[in-house]
């Protein structure tokens, strides 16, 4: 290694001796181009947060937004399959290029790279990072106006390298409303505040059921203590959904374009005003 001449700036050795802050963006490549970045968040597993990822980024490709989503849980990747697409990707002269949905979205998912993507993934957390930085890097993101990245829960390596490899415009938390997960939450909200990255707003999933006969709304998992933490830490809960079949099944076969979810309106037109 070369002797450090104490000249920070012209150098990207991220050591002990190091006065100014390490940029750990990674780049696209020079011939792709996104416009918004939104990550879609979680404190735990099981909220809906794929769900929720998939419901926005139709919204906005119905109203002719040219949209993508980056699936970057890794050992977890279900976008494929929420929107019937199979086969795997290959790579062209300006990169890796993304499967497509029918009704135009772009999308990478571990899924989509594996020859058989029933294997578990059984890799370390360096590697799955690297592969969602790879994803970010090295595929051929043509002209996007908006971009979501569905994030695994929690706040691990993953999140970390998203929130501090991929310049985003904010995040959107999904939660349902079980008054742990509601604590749970409270982490990635933190997280996000630690890192200076914008929380657009807090969904909550799962929100309620309504009888299809007599209109009323029953609340199955139990009442909402998700106001609580949105107003601690001055953020607005912008959509609950409520439990619906249709969508189950809708994701089930790989349909999920189909559906349109009046009550995540709110979410789409605060994502257009980024």
């Not at 989503?69 to 050992?75: F, G, Q, S």
């Amino acid at each position: 290694m070369a002797e450090c001449n104490h000249d920070c700036g012209s150098c990207n050795a991220n050591c002990g001796e190091r006065t100014e802050p390490f940029d750990f963006t990674e780049k696209l490549n020079e011939y792709s181009s996104v416009k918004k970045v939104i990550g879609v968040v979680s404190g735990k597993g099981g909220v809906g947060k794929s769900m929720v990822t998939s419901l926005l980024a139709s919204a906005l490709s119905r109203e002719g937004k040219k949209t993508a989503i980056l699936d970057a849980d890794i050992t977890g990747p279900s976008i494929p399959k929420i929107f019937g697409v199979s086969g795997m990707t290959y790579v062209s002269e300006k990169g890796i290029v993304p499967a497509k949905s029918a009704g135009g979205i772009d999308m990478i998912s571990v899924n989509l790279v594996l020859e058989n993507p029933e294997e578990p993934v059984v890799w370390r957390g360096p590697v799955i990072a690297g592969a969602v930085k790879q994803f970010w890097g090295e595929t051929f993101w043509e002209n996007e106006e908006y971009m979501f990245i569905d994030m695994p829960p929690g706040t691990g390596d993953v999140p970390l390298t998203v929130f501090q490899s991929i310049p985003l415009d904010g995040i959107v938390v999904v939660t349902s409303p079980q008054e742990l997960v509601s604590m749970i939450v409270e982490k990635a909200v933190k997280m996000a505040d630690l890192m200076n990255i914008p929380i657009i707003g807090i969904v909550e999933n799962m929100s309620y059921f309504q009888c299809p006969d007599c209109g009323k709304r029953h609340p199955i998992f139990g009442e909402s203590h998700i106001e609580k933490i949105a107003d601690k830490y001055k953020i607005t809960v912008v959509a609950k959904l409520p439990i619906n079949e249709e969508l189950a099944k809708a994701a089930d076969c790989g349909k999920i374009e189909d559906i349109a979810v009046p009550e995540l309106q709110p979410v789409v037109e605060a994502v257009k005003v980024l």
